[in-house]
């Protein structure tokens, strides 16, 4: 399995109040993406980084940020959470962009916003 | 985007060979079907990808027809830990990067 670990893997909050992400890989992968998957909804992409310093919206970036200071950490922040953003998070990585390259999955990180 | 239709549920005996089919009828020529499984409350795990030829890895095989409209993903022997929601997805590019796009997947049960 690719080494790859989410903190925390549970967490309970409130509404309003700022919740950060953490993504750590020791694969030392370039491409780096953050996903929320609901019921009737699949995954979706939030946002995802191509290296330090570089990121990108995903899909259903609304709410979220995204930071990258290191290769091996991917942090995703709920600057003011809504219930809204109650979900399972996952992050991925992949060592390229390109079509042909696997994307590899952490365990997940389950977020209750009350 | 080429999407792609999976049945919703699937049975099979332990030990026999699971056969998941999966439609992508508007695939292009350049895109990738890939196959992921996602076993109740873990990350999805990758399990074999192809472009045109049929592949086979440790896990599964991948067959891929002639015009590439569909493919089907064999377990060759199913065991219960291989129970689990299993995704077909076709890798396209688009302006958010290389997105994995999941869709409702097949839940396969895999029975004694």
């Known amino acids: 399995d690719a080494g790859i670990t989410q903190s925390p893997r549970h967490k309970v909050t409130e509404t309003g109040t700022p919740v950060t992400l953490r993504c750590h890989q020791t694969?030392?992968?370039?491409?780096m993406y953050w996903y929320r998957q609901d019921p009737g909804h699949g995954l979706r992409l939030i946002h995802y980084?191509?290296?330090?310093?570089?990121?990108d919206k995903g899909e259903v970036s609304d709410g979220y940020s995204v930071s990258r200071s290191k290769t091996e950490d991917f942090l995703l922040t709920l600057e003011s959470a809504t219930s809204s953003q109650t979900s399972v998070y996952f992050c991925?990585?992949?060592?390229?962009?390109?079509?042909?390259?696997?994307?590899?999955f952490g365990p997940g990180t389950r977020l209750l916003v009350l | 985007d080429a999407k792609t239709t999976q049945p919703p549920s699937m049975d099979c005996a332990e030990g026999r060979a699971a056969n998941l089919p999966c439609n992508h009828s508007?695939?292009?020529?350049?895109?990738?079907v890939y196959w992921y499984r996602q076993i109740h409350s873990q990350g999805p795990q990758y399990i074999i990808h192809?472009?045109?030829n049929n592949e086979t890895n440790e896990m599964a095989s991948l067959i891929i027809t002639e015009d590439r409209k569909s493919s089907t993903l064999i377990l060759p022997h199913a065991t219960l830990r291989d129970t689990a929601v299993y995704y077909c997805?076709?890798?396209?590019?688009?302006?958010?990067?290389?997105?994995?796009?999941f869709g409702g997947g097949t839940r396969l049960m895999v029975k004694p």
């Open positions: 991925a990585i992949s060592e390229s962009a390109r079509r042909e390259e696997t994307q590899y």
């Open positions: 694969e030392n992968h370039r491409y």
């Open positions: 508007t695939i292009s020529g350049n895109e990738y």
């Open positions: 980084s191509y290296g330090v310093k570089d990121t």
């Open positions: 997805i076709v890798r396209h590019y688009n302006n958010a990067g290389n997105m994995l796009t």
């Open positions: 192809g472009l045109k």
